[in-house]
């Protein structure tokens, strides 16, 4: 059996996160452009999960709204006795129209939200929830708050959509411990908005998604959808940059949100167990060289709401 790899951690609130954290979406459900391989069966997750933890992984990030993924994760913590040592980032299910405009039955459908994530995942106190909408955020965080004072979760936080001054209004609120927010090589909205240095400041988590642009900062050029075939150039770009600086894209792509300063967590996901054994060996190797990082930010200009949002792609 492969041996332990030491992952960094980082110190966040009163925990120890690593800096690597495992995205389980893929565990409950086909995702991304470029999946090929659909949900794999429990003991492929399992073994995933397992070779994380021996990795030094002890963040998992899932939600209410990823098929089976929180059952999965919450089997494999009890099959795998790792309940207690890992730090899991769950999120409420998206409510409805009806549930925003009723305060009773959005308050219902918040704490029966975190009833249910609490039974998939086989934890009496979670240690991370986020809203996985802002506009549910700005109404119910109260709920979460008072789920929190009863001891059913630690930690209240947002995941946030594309639009970085809505998540700069969260830093503002005391209540707000994490925000998980969409970065990638192609991506640099919220940074270039001055987010991650605010969070800084403001001592809040911050865990960076979608770090391959669920497949577009990988996939073949040739199978890029016509539809975003605006960032062709820019890919081409990244290419060269990596090649010339001796790695791949995908350590390009992992290793430059890893160095980027207000950086709490960058999650990744896998479809089998040498996805996983990959990535640790990325973040093992640490932050991009300066120049590289450099090289990067000057190759990649303001791209399009359209290219960099999957909720506006079309075939």
């Given at each position: ?9 980082v ?7 690593s ?8 565990l ?9 391989r659909?949900?794999p069966e429990?003991p492929?997750?399992?073994?995933m999960?397992?070779t994380?933890i ?6 998992f990030d ?6 089976e ?6 089997r494999a ?5 790792v309940?207690d040592?890992?730090v899991v980032?769950?999120?409420?299910r998206?409510l ?7 305060r009773?039955e959005?308050?219902?459908a918040v704490?029966a939200?975190v009833?249910?994530?609490q039974r998939?995942l ?15 955020a ?7 708050e ?7 979760l630690?930690?209240?936080g947002?995941s946030?959509?594309?639009r970085p001054?809505?998540?700069?209004d969260f830093?503002?609120d ?5 925000l998980?927010?969409?970065a990638s ?5 919220y ?5 991650l ?8 988590g911050v865990?960076?998604r979608s ?7 990988l996939?073949p050029k040739?199978?890029i959808?016509?539809s975003?075939e605006?960032v062709l150039?820019?890919?081409?770009s990244?290419?060269r940059i990596?090649?010339?600086?001796g ?6 792509a992992?290793?430059?949100m890893l160095?980027r ?13 040498e ?7 990325v973040?093992?190797r640490g ?9 990067v ?8 709401e359209?290219v960099?949002?999957p909720s506006m792609?079309?075939?």
């Open positions: 059996m492969r041996g332990p790899v030491l992952m960094d951690t110190g966040w609130q009163d925990l120890e996160i800096r690597m954290m495992l995205g389980t979406v893929q409950g459900m086909p995702y991304g452009i470029a999946n090929r659909g949900k429990y492929e997750a399992l073994a999960i397992e994380a021996e990795g030094g992984v002890n963040g899932t939600a209410a709204s990823y098929g993924s929180e059952k999965v994760l919450g913590m009890r099959d795998l006795g309940s040592r890992v980032c769950t999120k409420i998206v409805t129209e009806e549930e925003r405009k009723n009773g959005g308050r219902a704490e939200s009833t249910e994530s998939r086989k934890l009496d106190c979670l240690p991370v929830v986020l809203f996985h909408r802002e506009e549910d700005v109404l119910y965080m109260d709920v979460l008072d789920l929190r004072a009863r001891g059913r630690r930690y209240i947002v946030c959509d594309n001054h809505h998540a700069g830093l503002e005391e209540r707000v411990s994490a998980q927010i969409s090589l192609l991506d640099r909205r940074e270039r908005a001055g987010l240095d605010s969070a800084r400041r403001h001592e809040t865990f960076i770090v391959f642009l669920q497949g577009l900062v996939m040739e199978s959808p016509r975003l605006e150039p820019v890919r081409r990244l290419d990596a090649e010339d600086a790695i791949g894209m995908h350590e390009m992992l290793r430059a160095g300063e207000g950086v709490t967590s960058v999650l990744t996901g896998a479809e089998t167990v996805q996983v054994r990959e990535n640790l060996e973040f093992e932050p991009l060289p300066a120049d590289v990082v450099a090289a930010d000057a190759a990649v200009p303001s791209l399009p359209a960099l949002t792609w079309r075939e």
